[in-house]
C-alpha cells in the first residue's frame, strides 16, 4: 500500500489532480474512477475526487483496480556506455532523451532502454511512489540535457549511490554555453528556488513564496568569452530540478536555446540553429566502494558545432 504525507507546496490541490500527476501513466479519468471505488483513502476516510487536499493530509493507496501498469522495455533505444561493472552502469545520455516514462512518453526513455538490456535492473528502486519506473536512476538529467550519467545495478550500490547525492559527496561538472558578457570571471550563485504557482518551472525564491522552499547553490567559472556569449563549466553543489538554468538565467546570462527560463525567440543568426539548452553534464566524481571513480562524457557533436561557429568571429 502507497502511503503519501501532503507538504505545503500541494495545499489546495484536488486530489484527482495531485494523483493523476504522481501515477502519470494514470488518465485523471482512472484516477478519478479509482477514487470512486475506494482504492484511495485520505485520512482513512474515502474523499470525493474534487477533494482540496489541505497540509499533513494522509493519502493511502491500496492500488489502482489492483493493478500496476508495467514499465515496459525498448530495445529500440542505443546507449553508448562509458563504463561498466557488476555494480554499476556509466552512460553518455544524448539530448532528446527523457530519463523515466511520464503521460507523454511511456515507452521511449531510458529507463525503458535499460530494462530491456539491463532485466536484472527492473528491481533496482526503493519505496517511493512510482518507484518502478525508475530503476536504478539515483540522478536524473532534463530531457535536452546531455551528458554523464551513473546508474546502480543493485539495490545494495542503489541505495549507496543516493545517499552520497543526498549528502553532496559527489563533484558534478557541467559546460554551459551563455548569453552575454560575464561581470566576473567566477562566482558562486546561492539562490533559494521554489516551485511555480502551476508547478511548471522553478523561480528564484522570495519572502511571499508560498510553495516550498529549497536551498540552492551553484559555483561557476568562465572557460572562454566570446563577442555575445561565454561557455563556462558550472559546479552544482545542490540538486534542485533545473537548478543550473534558473540561477544562470538570475545572473540575466540564460542558456543558449532554453525556452523555459530564456527568450522564446532570438534574432541573432548564431542561435537560431540551437533546438536545445546548451547544457552539457561533463563529469562525475566520487568514491564508492572504497575506490575513487571519476567519469566524463564527451561533448556532443550540436554542442561542439556551436562553439566552433563562434569561433569563426572571435
Do not use: W
Amino acid at each position: 500500500m502507497e502511503k503519501i504525507t501532503i507538504g505545503i507546496e500541494n495545499v489546495g490541490k484536488r486530489l484527482d489532480k495531485f494523483l493523476a500527476e504522481e501515477f502519470f501513466l494514470y488518465s485523471r479519468g482512472e484516477v478519478v474512477d479509482n477514487i470512486k471505488k475506494g482504492f484511495v483513502l485520505v485520512n482513512s476516510r474515502q474523499p470525493k475526487p474534487s477533494y482540496k487536499l489541505e497540509e499533513n493530509d494522509e493519502i493511502e493507496i491500496a492500488g489502482f483496480d489492483g493493478q500496476q501498469k508495467k514499465l515496459l522495455p525498448n530495445d529500440k533505444i542505443k546507449l553508448e556506455i562509458i563504463f561498466e561493472d557488476k555494480n554499476i552502469l556509466v552512460i553518455n545520455k544524448p539530448t532528446g532523451l527523457q530519463v523515466h516514462p511520464s503521460e507523454c512518453a511511456q515507452t521511449d526513455t531510458l529507463t525503458n532502454a535499460l530494462i530491456a538490456q539491463y532485466p536484472e535492473i527492473s528491481e533496482v528502486h526503493d519505496e517511493t511512489v512510482d518507484a518502478y519506473l525508475r530503476p536504478g536512476i539515483v540522478h536524473r538529467l532534463d530531457k535536452d540535457t546531455s551528458g554523464v550519467m551513473v546508474i546502480a545495478k543493485s539495490k545494495n550500490v542503489f541505495d549507496e549511490l543516493k545517499k552520497l547525492f543526498k549528502d553532496r559527496n559527489i563533484e558534478k561538472k557541467y559546460l554551459a554555453v551563455v548569453k552575454g558578457v560575464m561581470e566576473s570571471e567566477s562566482g558562486t550563485i546561492d539562490k533559494p528556488l521554489a516551485r511555480s504557482a502551476g508547478f511548471s518551472k522553478q523561480l528564484i525564491a522570495r519572502e511571499n513564496t508560498k510553495t516550498k522552499v529549497r536551498q540552492a547553490v551553484t559555483n561557476y567559472k568562465v572557460i572562454e568569452q566570446y563577442e555575445n556569449f561565454a561557455l563556462l563549466e558550472v559546479f552544482p553543489k545542490t540538486g534542485r530540478m533545473h537548478q543550473i538554468r534558473v540561477h544562470l538565467a538570475s545572473l540575466g546570462h540564460p542558456i543558449v536555446g532554453d525556452l523555459i527560463y530564456g527568450s522564446k525567440t532570438s534574432k541573432n543568426k548564431k542561435e537560431v540553429l540551437v533546438k536545445r539548452q546548451l547544457l552539457h553534464a561533463k563529469s562525475l566524481a566520487f568514491e564508492l566502494d572504497g575506490k575513487h571513480c571519476d567519469f566524463e562524457a564527451k561533448m556532443p557533436q550540436d554542442f561542439a558545432q556551436f562553439l566552433a561557429r563562434l569561433k569563426e568571429k572571435s
